[in-house]
């Protein structure tokens, strides 16, 4: 057994640690605005396993008031599929969005969209949104006017705070390229509020971040094959279930599907009429979390965007870059334990109402930038190539 002197010791080390407080209780996990009732029931309905006819609390009123919407029905024990989950009340008309999701019917973009033949565009508008940043709007401000875009919408979110005058003096001076939009209210969903658009291609990105202009000029060609898809620069794998998602490894997991999502916050092409279903009512509930949380306008896009494709192409483009966009000296925003588990449980709660429609993107349609070419190439092409060079064989990873 152990000595008496031992057993002394090591019960002075708990009682001298307990009582100068070295050791510290885990915090419990920050549930988002309107989710607190969203408990664990839901989550392990989430999971798989299945409640006994128990309708998500948060969302009771949504479903008594709300018309026009496709909700949550009562969940089953028995084959609790997506499709299950979603029910649409009696009488009202299912979301276009979520009726292709829940009968994989083939609805294009156009049919969510109102029947509208998406046309090609000879130009893109870049979206920035912006708030208490002012010198690195400035800066990112007189990159993207160096890029050969139509026009830099400046989306003015300081509700509390006028639009200063050098930013008016930047507007005047480049008249007819950079417009500001100051938002009608103090929300965060206000980013994607833009009207008058002149192109059909648009480009969100924050003040934050800034992408080269041949980046830009290329992935802008990329898009225009795939306009109803998202194509940027911020890929991401989203896990349902309490997994969260996270920053792929593309370049060390390159083997195996990683990608089945984008945030285009950080930079992507999307079609204008996104914006529109983004403020439909069929979301309302959805984009009330995200403005009351103050955070998942992004992952709530990338739901819109996966559900209005087809089946077998609601995956996103991926464009790489070696090189960080984020200006790290003008980030001031940081996002913290507590705001990351906000966005968690937001998304989990989107896939509660909303399903799992990503798909992982096809390794064709990641691509990287060939500088001896100046365009984006297929990932799987520049590998190719490398093996041919070097006389190798792709080679599964350990």
Not at 122 to 130: F, R, V, W
Request: aromatic fraction near 10%; include cysteine.
């Amino acid at each position: 057994g152990l000595s008496p002197k031992l057993v002394a010791a090591l019960a002075s080390f708990v009682i001298a640690t307990v009582y100068l407080g070295l050791w510290k209780a885990p915090k419990a996990t920050v549930l988002p605005v309107g989710l607190r009732d969203w408990s664990r029931n839901e989550k392990n309905a989430v999971r798989g396993a299945g409640t006994t006819n128990e309708t998500d609390a948060a969302l009771q009123g949504w479903m008594t008031n709300e018309t026009g919407a496709a909700v949550l029905g009562a969940r089953t024990t028995k084959n609790n599929t997506k499709n299950a989950v979603l029910r649409a009340p009696t009488n009202t008309k299912p979301n276009a969005a979520l009726r292709a999701h829940n009968t994989n019917k083939t609805e294009t973009l156009s049919a969510v969209m109102g029947a509208r033949t998406i046309h090609q565009t000879d130009s893109y508008t870049i979206i920035m949104a912006t708030f208490r940043r002012d010198k690195c709007l400035n800066l990112s401000i007189t990159h993207y006017l160096n890029c050969n875009m139509r026009e830099l919408r400046i989306k003015w979110q300081d509700f509390n705070r006028s639009v200063p005058d050098w930013l008016w003096q930047v507007q005047s001076d480049n008249s007819g390229r950079l417009v500001i939009d100051v938002a009608d209210a103090d929300y965060l969903s206000s980013r994607f509020k833009v009207d008058r658009l002149q192109t059909e291609a648009v480009f969100p990105v924050d003040d934050d971040v800034r992408h080269p202009c041949f980046y830009l000029r290329d992935g802008f060609r990329i898009w225009q094959r795939t306009p109803s898809q998202i194509v940027g620069f911020a890929p991401r794998r989203v896990v349902a279930g309490g997994g969260c998602y996270r920053l792929p490894s593309v370049w060390r997991n390159i083997y195996y599907p990683i990608i089945n999502t984008m945030w285009v916050t950080k930079g992507a092409f999307l079609h204008r009429d996104y914006l529109k279903v983004y403020f439909s009512q069929d979301y309302a509930h959805l984009r009330n979390l995200v403005d009351g949380n103050l955070t998942g306008e992004d992952m709530l896009m990338s739901f819109i965007v996966a559900l209005a494709n087809p089946p077998g192409q609601r995956w996103p483009v991926t464009l790489l870059s070696r090189k960080s966009p984020d200006d790290k000296k003008c980030s001031t925003l940081a996002l913290g334990n507590a705001g990351m588990a906000k966005r968690c449980n937001l998304l989990d709660y989107f896939f509660y109402v909303l399903g799992f429609p990503m798909e992982f993107t096809p390794f064709s349609e990641i691509y990287t930038y060939d500088k001896s070419r100046s365009i984006f190439v297929p990932l799987s092409d520049k590998l190719r190539m490398k093996w041919v060079l070097h006389g190798q064989s792709p080679i599964e990873p350990v």
